[in-house]
């Protein structure tokens, strides 16, 4: 018969907080353990102690309450000090969910003023007194002795950390929170380490930095309590909102259930607010209205949530409004306490170069509001697309200002904010690498019959969509103010920079020297013209038809809205244009008034400098062409080989890539170093995933995204496929698509077309561009000669 196991005497050693700052669960089970020992007075009120605290971060503060007064009762029969442990507990726990019952002097009469300093900053903090927080959490600090449990000096700095990020003191919450984090480590408090990760995760928020910030907040989950888990998922969706990525916010909330699943009041109450945000940046005002009123009724008017709700309440009210505002300040306010990170301390407050650069546009200070707003952007243009939600509050503030005030260079300025640039380098992430190859398998897959690999694209496109918040950085910005630069280069082109600014579609138009701003129709009726014209062109080519008398008439009156009232700035010019996020789906060269003219589509101004650089240079580079067709596409291996012929008798070593040859990972290998590539293949072009624009080769289809994780590309690159022309607006407005990522990557012009291609019809005119261009004319006027009438463009520079 096997002995009994002996009784385990429970370790008092340490104190409870302590013991559930290693391991909740462990702390758990062996507290309960004691207690079915029947245990002395001393060991039960510890056990009870410890398991009152585990309730309450297992997301169960009542039950918590209940456990740490039992305790208190238990402790009454050994000493003050074991009684004075379990009601501070019980007190911190009312103080953390609004309530009163926490106060310093009472709290500081007892022996460890350390832990009471410490229970009264979080109380504060809670309320939104951060200053008075950081304050008890130094005092606490300067009471840490020999006798301090171990787990009470990180605890400080992590929360005196927290406190300071809402402070906007990054440096000093920076500094505390590393150092809490090698103590944690150090001190082997596991639980307690993930808390420190959760802080930091806030602070990287706060600096912009979201992928490093939902790193540390999905590293911070790793044997976390359900509580913190959710805790952690509803400020990854906090940071999402920052971000400007409310569908990411909106996936990360659901992840649990919503906020109604989020469990116990402060979860709930953050899960609420975040959810309110979620649906006032979805413009669904009542529904956040009703959200905020329900978080501030459930808290002391005086609690920070209160406040926080508060706030959001009056955002709905400010961005609903009918009325301009008086001034730029108000506005932006509104609009960055939609994102304005749930714990945040106070008045909505923006940075303070947000701050100043709204009082500079009030006071039409345009050139040193954007100064004041230049900031780095994530490497992926995607991602660049969506960050920065408060910054484009303010420039739209100060679009609209220079509009009114007739100030067309400053207008133009502000355009160019937020619209893509070029990347520094090539992205070398290789997990969001691996998500594109799983991407990519499940297309093949599909292709091939497999049914299941159809779900999977979802999966996999919704994981890299959210996964490109790496740190892939692009380029510092060189200035957003370009205009001496186009005076010099434009030589006598036109530049047409197009935007929607309160509802009107407008122009900016750089020519001659001059620059005017002019106002050209409401967006909405050039948007279903836009729709009319493309829709029309598209149905002509699938149909095997000519122009028909509609298409025509469309052409037409759209040409008449978007050029008509620029004849005379334009005049006869070639033109370079900016599209607005309205007109980003047109084949430019099929509207009348720019048939048979020169034309050049690029995201900015800025990046048709860049372009045109590159092409200016095209002449020094003497890597050779790249020719390459995927499967199934009629007639591509006879316009392969006419390409490569007329580049080989143009003295151009040109590599052809066909069959097991053609593939994705042959491709990115051979990009980079050609002057020139030709790619054939069924192109496909989804407006609401524009990044997963793609060619169809051998292995699967060869992604706009791929094209980001080029170290560079080809000074000329000619997609012969349908769509891949066309662009779609990022919420900047930046337009997204396989042919802006090229451009992203140094390519100086691609050649690309926004409608259906007939393959069989398209070989003649691409041989006629190649043998153009290879005797010197321009990519834009070879396009405009041979390859326009069937819905090329050429972007970038030509």
């Known amino acids: 018969m096997e002995s009994p196991r002996p009784r385990r005497p429970f370790d008092t050693t340490d104190d409870p907080a302590t013991l559930v700052a290693r391991d909740p669960a462990a702390a758990r089970a062996h507290a309960e353990e004691v207690l079915a020992s029947a245990p002395d007075p001393g060991a039960r009120a510890h056990a009870l102690c410890t398991i009152g605290i585990c309730q309450h971060e297992e997301g169960d503060p009542a039950a918590a309450h209940r456990t740490l007064r039992l305790a208190a009762a238990a402790a009454d029969t050994v000493g003050p000090e074991a009684t004075a442990r379990a009601r501070q507990a019980r007190l911190a726990i009312r103080a953390l969910r609004g309530g009163p019952g926490l106060s310093g002097p009472a709290l500081d009469r007892h022996a460890d003023a350390a832990a009471a300093l410490l229970r009264c900053g979080v109380a504060d903090a809670q309320r939104g007194h951060f200053p008075r927080a950081v304050d008890a959490l130094d005092a606490a600090l300067e009471r840490v002795g020999p006798s301090t449990p171990g787990r009470l000096p990180p605890a400080l700095l992590a929360n005196r950390g927290l406190a300071l990020v809402y402070l906007d003191r990054i440096d000093e919450a920076a500094d505390a929170l590393a150092h809490a984090l090698d103590l944690a480590?150090?001190?082997?408090?596991?639980?307690?380490r993930?808390?420190?990760?959760?802080?930091?995760?806030?602070?990287?928020?706060r600096r912009g930095d979201t992928?490093?910030?939902?790193?540390?907040?999905?590293?911070?989950?790793?044997?976390?309590?359900?509580?913190?888990?959710?805790?952690?998922?509803?400020?990854?969706?906090?940071?999402?909102l920052a971000a400007g990525l409310p569908d990411e916010a909106r996936r990360r909330l659901e992840s649990f259930g919503g906020p109604g699943a989020a469990g116990p009041l402060l979860g709930e109450a953050a899960a609420l607010l975040v959810d309110a945000k979620h649906r006032l940046a979805r413009g669904d005002r009542n529904a956040a209205l009703a959200q905020a009123r329900r978080v501030r009724a459930r808290f002391a008017p005086d609690s920070l949530w209160a406040h926080l709700a508060g706030t959001v309440e009056w955002s709905a009210r400010c961005l609903a409004a009918s009325e301009p505002s008086a001034g730029a300040r108000r506005r932006t306010a509104a609009r960055c306490a939609v994102y304005a990170p749930t714990g945040a301390a106070g008045a909505v407050r923006p940075t303070r170069?947000?701050?100043?650069?709204?009082?500079?546009?009030?006071?039409?200070?345009?050139a040193a509001a954007l100064r004041r707003l230049a900031a780095d952007l994530p490497g992926h243009a995607e991602a660049a697309g969506h960050t920065r939600p408060r910054e484009r509050a303010i420039a739209a503030e100060g679009v609209r200002r220079a509009l009114a005030e007739g100030r067309a260079e400053d207008v133009l300025a502000w355009l160019e904010y937020g619209r893509?640039?070029?990347?520094?380098?090539?992205?070398?992430?290789h997990m969001w690498a691996g998500l594109l190859e799983r991407l990519r398998d499940a297309y093949r897959r599909a292709e091939e019959g497999d049914d299941t690999a159809l779900?999977?694209?979802?999966?996999?496109?919704?994981?890299?969509?959210?996964?490109?918040?790496?740190?892939?950085?692009?380029?510092?910005?060189?200035?957003t103010h370009v205009l001496e630069e186009l005076r010099d280069r434009l030589g006598g082109r036109a530049l047409v920079s197009y935007a929607v600014v309160d509802g009107d579609c407008v122009a900016v138009v750089v020519s001659g020297g001059r620059v005017d701003v002019h106002v050209l129709a409401p967006a909405a009726r050039v948007a279903e013209e836009c729709a009319t014209f493309a829709f029309d062109v598209r149905m002509s080519?699938?149909?095997?038809?000519?122009?028909?008398?509609?298409?025509?008439?469309?052409?037409?009156?759209?040409?008449?809205?978007?050029?008509?009232?620029?004849?005379?700035?334009?005049g006869d010019r070639p033109v370079v244009v900016c599209p607005a996020p309205v007109t980003q789906e047109l084949p430019w060269g099929r509207l009348p008034p720019l048939r048979g003219r020169e034309v050049c589509v690029a995201p900015s101004a800025r990046s048709w400098l860049d372009a045109d650089a590159v092409a200016g240079a095209a002449e020094e580079v003497d890597g050779p062409a790249v020719v390459a067709y995927g499967p199934q596409v009629p007639g591509a291996a006879a316009e392969a080989g006419l390409v490569r012929e007329v580049l080989r008798g143009a003295g151009m070593e040109a590599r052809l890539l066909a069959g097991p040859e053609a593939t994705v990972a042959e491709l990115r290998g051979s990009l980079p170093g050609a002057r020139v590539a030709h790619l054939i293949g069924h192109g496909g072009m989804a407006p609401e995933t524009p990044m997963l624009a793609a060619l169809l080769f051998e292995d699967g289809p060869l992604f706009a995204y791929d094209a980001e994780m080029l170290s560079a590309a080809p000074r000329l690159a000619v997609l012969s496929a349908c769509w891949l022309g066309m662009s779609t607006p990022a919420p900047s407005g930046a337009p997204l698509g396989m042919g802006t990522a090229l451009l992203s990557r140094g390519a100086g012009t691609v050649v690309a077309s926004a409608v259906p291609v007939r393959d069989r019809e398209v070989m003649g005119p691409m041989g006629r561009f190649y043998r153009a261009v290879t005797t010197g004319t321009p990519p834009a006027r070879a396009v405009a000669d041979h390859l326009a009438e069937h819905g090329f463009l050429c972007l970038g520079a030509g």
Do not use: K
């Not at 480590?185 to 307690?192: E, F, I, T, W």
């Not at 699938?542 to 004849?567: D, H, I, K, Q």
């Open 455 to 479: 779900g999977e694209i979802g999966h996999w496109s919704a994981r890299l969509a959210a996964a490109q918040l790496h740190r892939c950085r692009s380029a510092p910005p060189r200035g």
């Open 185 to 192: 480590d150090s001190r082997h408090l596991g639980y307690l």
């Open 420 to 429: 893509s640039g070029r990347g520094a380098a090539a992205c070398r992430d």
């Open 353 to 366: 170069d947000q701050a100043a650069a709204a009082a500079l546009v009030d006071a039409g200070r345009h």
């Open 194 to 205: 993930s808390a420190v990760l959760q802080n930091l995760g806030c602070l990287e928020a």
């Open 541 to 570: 080519v699938l149909r095997g038809e000519e122009e028909g008398e509609g298409a025509a008439l469309s052409a037409r009156r759209l040409g008449g809205m978007l050029l008509g009232p620029l004849a005379e700035a334009v």
């Open 211 to 240: 992928s490093e910030a939902l790193r540390l907040f999905d590293e911070a989950s790793t044997g976390s309590t359900r509580s913190r888990r959710i805790a952690l998922q509803i400020d990854g969706a906090d940071a999402l």
